[in-house]
């Protein structure tokens, strides 16, 4: 089911080897020739969340291209990136290599900025914390930081339960389920959380070309299978969290951090963004109303004026 490019005018898709599996890369610079592209623009690295692909920038691809060197790339089990089966595959040191090795093939020895939403933004933080060197600044949209995520889901009973869905993608088979009936628990994981109608047809069937079927749909889910973080049962006793209560020091964000909120999403409640100032040396929130979890897509002009600005400054 191969198909869905439509890419923004500017941009080129190029298939690039990276930390041992090749990474479908969309980006606005020159083909890639083995060493670092020469750019003049600020270079800014975007990275997508669950359940989706690079087309989760593609709107604010539109408003910021043509003054940054945007690189955004279908991360590994996602679209048309290699999709390496079991979740070994998928730790967050791993995915946080595929993101360094990457940039620093298309950067070089620059400093980037780093942009994450959803599950992109648990890649980004992870990779800010541990290479803050590389970063110039870092944003945020609609993304949580693991220990402020961890704690509302053991301190805060609203946000487990919009979180349940951590259990469904974990199960055995999941990729099998999700796909059934057009892919219909998939396209649910979005529109559940959204109340708007940017999920035009068109829009999905370039998801079903990218979950493309089973298989594929099972290796996206090995991001939640590989994750430490733990999701409270529904009338079980809590668990144990390990990053529960972790030690601010080292999760901290060193670099100037900017959280992009859309003030109605209901997949991350208010409480998961309750304690963030206390694990920032810089921080900046812009809340945008009336924009839920898909804010990328919903108001893409807006979040791009923000980073656009941020950026700038």
Known sequence: MEKQENLPVGFISEFIPCNGITLHVIHNGSPYQGSPIQDGRKPLLCLHGFP??????????????DEYFMVVPDQRGCNKSDAPQGSENYIAKTLVADMLTLANLFFGRRKFNLAGHDFGASVAYALVFKFPEVINKFIIANGAHPICLQEALIDDSAQA?????????????????????????????????????????????????????????????????????????LGQ????????????????????????????????LPEVRKSISEFCDDLTIEEVENADHWILH???????SYIRKYLNE
């Open 52 to 65: 989706e692909f690079w087309i989760s920038w593609e709107e604010v691809m539109k408003e910021l291209g």
């Open 298 to 304: 919903t108001h893409a002009e807006l979040a791009a």
């Open 161 to 233: 339960v919009a979180s349940q869905y951590f259990h469904t993608v974990r199960e055995d088979g999941a990729g099998v389920k999700s796909a059934a009936n057009d892919f219909k628990t998939s396209f649910e994981v979005i529109t559940e959380h959204t109340t708007t109608n940017w999920m035009t047809e068109e829009i999905k069937q370039r998801f079903r070309e990218a979950w493309d079927g089973a298989e594929r749909l099972q290796a996206m889910f090995n991001w939640y299978q590989s994750s430490p973080i733990v999701v409270p049962v």
């Open 237 to 268: 006793p809590l668990p144990e969290a390990p990053l529960y209560g972790a030690s601010r020091d080292n999760f901290r964000v060193k670099v100037p951090h900017l959280l992009i909120w859309g003030k109605n999403d209901t997949a991350l």
